[in-house]
């Protein structure tokens, strides 16, 4: 099983719909969770960090579920500009120190 | 403020050459990894450092060294290239520990032949 998984998409919406992205973990101990968004050819960029409470910025809400090692983005009223590949990532603490995995990606096409 | 370079951005290699790829940061950051990005297989880690004079192997280690002399670089060896290794290739840097985000650098794309 991968350390990290998501759903590959792509996800093909209308601009101004809401879309929602999981992803799941293995490692019970993971510590910190974050959203990173990737442009194409581009290098990735923190989107948002996901907190235990949840977390919303702007459009974009994130949220954690420890027990059920998930995490979800969710966008609302989707943008052309929002298309992208969104990447979770995962950091926990390993014997060689602090290691970040991250998911395949999923890919959003947002459209007209 | 620069915050994580690499150098080169493109290289084209035939198999069996060598090359070194250079990450630098200016943050002052502890921890810096490099990752290879291939289509549908996502960010995978070669290898990274927790600080200045130490090492670590990732997921995906053969074939490639590092070397991490200074605090501020992070260099990537491919002694003998091999066509598996044309990829895309990213450095990043961050803090350690904790709730920390990594900064990534621009992307070095390699193409073996």
């Known amino acids: 099983r991968k350390e990290v998984e998501q759903d590959p998409g792509p996800f093909n919406v209308p601009e101004g719909a809401t879309v929602a992205f999981n992803c799941t973990y293995s490692?019970?101990?993971?510590?910190?969770f974050f959203w990173y968004r990737q442009d194409c050819r581009k290098e990735p960029k923190l989107l948002m960090s996901v907190y235990s409470s949840g977390n919303e910025d702007g459009r974009f809400t994130a949220q954690l579920n420890r027990a059920s090692q998930y995490i979800s983005l969710l966008i609302r009223d989707s943008k052309l500009s929002d298309s992208a590949t969104y990447l979770c990532v995962v950091n926990g603490i390993t014997g060689g120190g602090n290691k970040l995995t991250f998911g395949t990606g999923t890919q959003l096409k947002v459209e007209l | 403020n620069a915050g994580v370079t690499q150098t080169p951005k493109f290289r084209v290699l035939k198999t069996g050459q060598s090359m070194t790829l250079l990450c630098a940061q200016d943050m002052n950051h502890e921890y810096m990894y490099w990752y290879r990005q291939d289509p549908g297989m996502g960010l995978r880690l070669i290898h990274y450092?927790?600080?200045?004079?130490?090492?670590a192997k990732g997921e995906v280690p053969d074939g490639y060294n590092v070397s991490r002399l200074k605090k501020q670089n992070f260099l990537l060896g491919l002694e003998s290239a091999a066509p598996s290794q044309t990829s895309v290739y990213f450095c990043?840097?961050?803090?350690?520990?904790?709730?920390?985000?990594?900064?990534f650098g621009q992307g070095t794309r390699l193409t073996v032949v």
């Open positions: 490692n019970s101990a993971s510590q910190s």
């Open positions: 990043a840097s961050s803090y350690p520990a904790g709730v920390t985000e990594a900064f």
């Open positions: 450092s927790v600080g200045e004079g130490t090492t």
